[in-house]
């Protein structure tokens, strides 16, 4: 194999799909980049058995082939040859990269070996705006599990009825919900897709405000962005019903300027940031909310003024959960509604409650 490129293609390129290579395995293989030459077009591919990209690039090939590249390497030394012309030859299992006076060569790996990627996936479709599929994935994504424990926990729900979209993601301690509306759909659907593929379509996602279309068949998933190519597993099993978890009725709501909570619930966290839940109480009375927390450090107590209907509550808080929410809310103005202090509360926009991000409290030895 053998080609001319230029260093800023390949490098955009490989640092696309390179995010799909594993990180973690026992197969060589699976940590490559391959690389296929045809005709005028170079073909990068990568996956890890979970998530696969794959981008095409236009460049001058002398010699067509396939072979895999040392992914992280490949990428992290391509990325500093961004400003040059790249001939690049291959030949008895090593790469030789020419670029300006100089030469480097590279071990390199048979292409024989890499998985097959299925490209075919075209069953069943969903059609939505594309900042609407940024904004469903921005309030929601956030809030999967990171572990292994409960493996579906770490994908949101995509439930498409009619022409309304609801995605969840919940982690055992705190559940996040958005609404929105579909152009289009083959049928009414459910699927689990993991939060990592919805971070990485998120950044595939063009600026402009098209139309992004999501193909599913056979529990996969695929999006074709101009000239990437992202195809991914789905999760199978019974998501959580939110419908059960989320409180029907309220004992006490309350009404408060976002930035000035979250302002405050910043300044609380910093002296408990140390602790497993970085802790913070919320006092709430008839025109305030109390912010405080307590540590080793010091202690700070600050009032934000509010308007409370219902009952006064003290409850106690993962100060990282309640900041994340309130960060993903964008009016001026937001709800909180409780019923005690072990129950889990919600936070919602004030008006448009397309939006619901719901939050276990902290257990401490005055509410356990």
Do not use: H, W
């Not at 395995?25 to 490559?32: D, F, G, H, I």
């Not at 599929?133 to 770490?154: E, G, M, Q, V, Y």
């Not at 459910?190 to 939060?195: F, G, L, M, S, T």
């Amino acid at each position: 194999m053998k080609f001319i490129c230029e260093g800023l293609d390949l490098s955009e390129a490989v640092l696309k799909v390179v995010k799909a290579c594993a990180v973690r395995t026992t197969v060589p293989v699976m940590e490559c980049i391959k690389i296929s030459a045809v005709n005028d077009t170079l073909t990068l591919t990568a996956t890890d058995g979970e998530i696969t990209i794959q981008k095409k690039i236009k460049a001058e090939i002398l010699e067509e082939g396939d072979i895999c590249v040392p992914g992280r390497y490949f990428s992290d030394f391509i990325k500093k040859l961004e400003s040059v012309q790249l001939t690049i030859y291959v030949e008895n299992g090593k790469m030789d990269i020419a670029y300006a006076d100089s030469n480097t060569s590279m071990q390199v790996l048979s292409a024989d070996d890499f998985p097959a990627v299925d490209t075919s996936v075209d069953e069943d479709s969903i059609v939505l705006k594309t900042e609407e599929l940024k904004r469903l994935i921005n309030a929601t994504a956030f809030c999967c599990a990171s572990d292994d424990s409960r493996p579906i926990l770490k994908g949101c729900q995509l439930v498409v009825t009619g022409s309304e979209i609801s995605v969840t993601a919940l982690d055992g301690f705190r559940l996040a919900t958005a609404k929105g509306e579909v152009i289009s759909s083959s049928k009414d659907m459910e699927i689990v897709c993991p939060a990592r593929t919805l971070n990485e379509i998120l950044k595939m996602l063009p600026s402009d405000d098209g139309e992004t279309e999501l193909k599913v068949k056979r529990g996969m998933l695929l999006i074709c962005v101009e000239d990437t190519i992202l195809t991914s597993c789905l999760y199978n099993g019974d998501f959580i019903k939110k419908e059960n978890i989320i409180p029907k009725s309220f004992l006490t709501t309350v009404k408060v300027e976002r930035n000035l909570l979250k302002e405050s619930i910043e300044r609380a966290a910093i002296l408990v940031r140390s602790d497993k839940n970085s802790l913070i109480i919320m006092d709430v009375t008839q025109d305030k909310i109390e912010v405080s927390s307590n540590s080793e450090i010091g202690n700070v107590k600050e009032p934000v003024k509010a308007q409370m209907e219902g009952k006064d509550l003290k409850i106690a808080m993962n100060s990282k959960f309640i900041t994340e929410a309130i960060n993903a809310l964008k009016e001026d103005e937001i709800v909180l509604s409780f019923n005690n202090q072990v129950q889990p509360f919600i936070c919602q926009n004030e008006q448009n409650k397309d939006v619901l991000y719901l939050i276990l409290p902290v257990r401490t030895g005055n509410n356990a």
